[in-house]
């Protein structure tokens, strides 16, 4: 789900999963196969491997708009039969070679949907909470990239120098602590929020993508700032050209695992460390292995658009209109973590022994007291039982005892109680904080009423009044016990 701080202005959605061999098809769950060309293989639902979401579970997430990355849609190349290779770019978050399950062997659910983690993304103007992050070229075509460079492929590091948290490179007279952080001067910037592993309580890398060729959707400036144009109609501009997709820039966001701590194996992604990992292995020991070591640690993949109507605010500002929460939830077996060893069986140092701790609170209703807007809403609460009385209650503790109870009441309230006549038979003043009261059935001076019709008048000051009729069926007094 997604919440809005101000859940009147929902600024933000994402690109909503088409069906079909088309590019907006970017989720590929199901078993729909191409049975026409065969470079359109590359759009397939139908998919060969273990789990693959056969029955579209996936492709509902917050209404299309995130998956598994194990499940996304990939550019790159297509062999036919005649051998002929066929590039298809297309608007998509990954590539051929790094798409699909990556599961390292012996993994087993490392890189798949069983291996998926509950995730909250959390979207803020707070640059104190922002995550140093991958930003990642996703123009297919280098050539066509802001660089122009054979060397600016699509899911690399963007051919640019590193910015600050106003989106300005060192150069260019920004932060340079920020700019280049940790000594990242090349393709890192800021993403505005962050991600929070909510089952072990970590916080998580993050990375985003920005098309450098769509210079006019912000693709270009090294910046999370999606806009809200998904498409664009060409009929008549081009030959065979109808429409030119945009997806507001391409700012697809992807949230990674801890996967070192699950597979214990050091060469694989952390938990956050300020995008240490990617500058190492996406850009100062670049190779397609250390490539796959970054994106089989991610998890999920989210889309961006803004919604129309709708503008960011400006890098100084922040940037985040509405601080948006994305909750993102998968059913997971209860089992053991550590966040200091990965021998759950050594419990030094342990809470609950490594198991599942959780704590909640009452706070959030708890009794509060004037609300008397409140107070008058439940007044339809206020009763009087039994009713009717026929000689008994089970509040009686004997022979002798006759009662009632007016339940549901404030601390303070004034109650008379009347005959059908309108003579006053009894007045009760009440000042605690008990919710109730009992009536022994007795008038102002000590006498048992009797049996018949009586209004019950209630009056709670500054609030407003309550009026309950009572019937009640007197038994006679028994003295024989004696």
């Given at each position: 789900e997604i919440e809005f701080e101000d859940e009147s202005r929902p600024w933000f959605s994402g690109i909503e999963d088409g069906e079909g061999f088309n590019e907006l098809n970017w989720i590929r769950a199901g078993n729909?196969?191409?049975?026409?060309?065969?470079?359109?293989?590359?759009?397939?639902?139908?998919?060969?491997?273990?789990?693959?979401?056969?029955?579209?579970?996936?492709?509902?997430?917050?209404?299309?708009?995130?998956?598994?990355?194990?499940?996304v849609s990939h550019s790159g190349e297509v062999t036919l039969a005649n051998g002929q290779s066929v590039?298809?770019?297309?608007?998509?978050?990954?590539?051929?070679?790094?798409?699909?399950?990556?599961?390292?062997?012996?993994?087993?659910?490392?890189?798949?949907?069983?291996?998926?983690?509950?995730?909250?993304?959390?979207?803020?103007?707070?640059?104190?909470?922002?995550?140093?992050?991958?930003?990642?070229?996703?123009?297919?075509?280098?050539?066509?990239?802001?660089?122009?460079s054979n060397d600016a492929l699509k899911m690399k590091l963007r051919r640019h120098d590193s910015v600050d948290k106003n989106g300005k490179t060192a150069a260019e007279g920004g932060n340079s602590d920020e700019a280049n952080f940790h000594g990242q001067t090349i393709g890192m910037g800021w993403f505005p929020g962050y991600a929070i592993d909510v089952v072990t309580g970590e916080r998580l890398n993050m990375a985003f993508g920005e098309d450098s060729w769509m210079i006019g959707d912000n693709g270009n400036d090294m910046i999370w700032n999606p806009t809200d144009r998904l498409e664009s109609d060409l009929s008549g501009q081009l030959p065979d050209i109808t429409t030119q997709l945009f997806a507001g820039g391409q700012h697809w966001i992807y949230v990674f695992k801890n996967q070192r701590y699950e597979e214990n194996n050091t060469s694989l992604m952390p938990a956050y460390d300020g995008g240490d990992f990617f500058y190492d292995k996406l850009e100062e020991n670049f190779s397609n292995l250390n490539r796959r070591r970054v994106f089989q640690a991610c998890t999920w993949v989210g889309s961006s658009l803004l919604n129309e109507g709708y503008e960011m605010l400006t890098p100084q500002q922040g940037l985040i209109p509405n601080t948006t929460r994305i909750k993102l939830r998968?059913?997971?077996?209860?089992?053991?973590?550590?966040?200091?060893?990965?021998?759950?069986?050594?419990?030094?140092?342990?809470?609950?022994?490594?198991?599942?701790?959780?704590?909640?609170?009452?706070?959030?209703?708890?009794?509060?007291?004037?609300?008397?807007?409140?107070?008058?809403?439940?007044?339809?609460?206020?009763?009087?039982?039994?009713?009717?009385?026929?000689?008994?209650?089970?509040?009686?503790?004997?022979?002798?005892?006759?009662?009632?109870?007016?339940?549901?009441?404030?601390?303070?309230?004034?109650?008379?109680?009347?005959?059908?006549?309108?003579?006053?038979?009894?007045?009760?003043?009440k000042a605690d904080p008990k919710t109730s009261l009992d009536w022994d059935l007795k008038n102002q001076r000590n006498v048992p009423v009797a049996?018949?019709?009586?209004?019950?008048?209630?009056?709670?000051p500054g609030v407003g009044e309550k009026i309950l009729k009572w019937f009640g069926v007197m038994r006679p007094v028994d003295l024989d016990i004696f």
């Open positions: 729909q196969a191409s049975e026409e060309l065969e470079e359109e293989i590359i759009f397939d639902d139908e998919e060969a491997g273990n789990f693959w979401d056969i029955d579209e579970k996936y492709e509902g997430i917050l209404g299309g708009t995130w998956s598994p990355y194990c499940l590039n298809i770019v297309n608007i998509a978050p990954t590539v051929s070679g790094i798409d699909g399950d990556l599961s390292s062997a012996g993994g087993d659910y490392g890189s798949n949907i069983k291996g998926l983690n509950n995730v909250d993304v959390v979207l803020t103007a707070d640059k104190s909470k922002w995550t140093r992050a991958a930003v990642l070229e996703m123009q297919s075509i280098p050539a066509l990239t802001q660089s122009g998968v059913a997971k077996p209860y089992d053991y973590y550590s966040p200091i060893t990965a021998n759950v069986n050594d419990t030094i140092g342990s809470q609950n022994n490594w198991a599942p701790l959780y704590t909640f609170t009452t706070k959030d209703i708890a009794a509060e007291t004037g609300e008397t807007e409140t107070l008058a809403s439940i007044m339809d609460k206020i009763n009087v039982v039994p009713n009717p009385y026929y000689a008994f209650s089970e509040y009686e503790s004997g022979k002798l005892d006759n009662r009632i109870k007016i339940t549901n009441l404030p601390e303070e309230c004034v109650i008379n109680i009347y005959n059908v006549s309108g003579t006053l038979v009894r007045t009760f003043n049996g018949g019709v009586y209004i019950i008048h209630i009056n709670i």
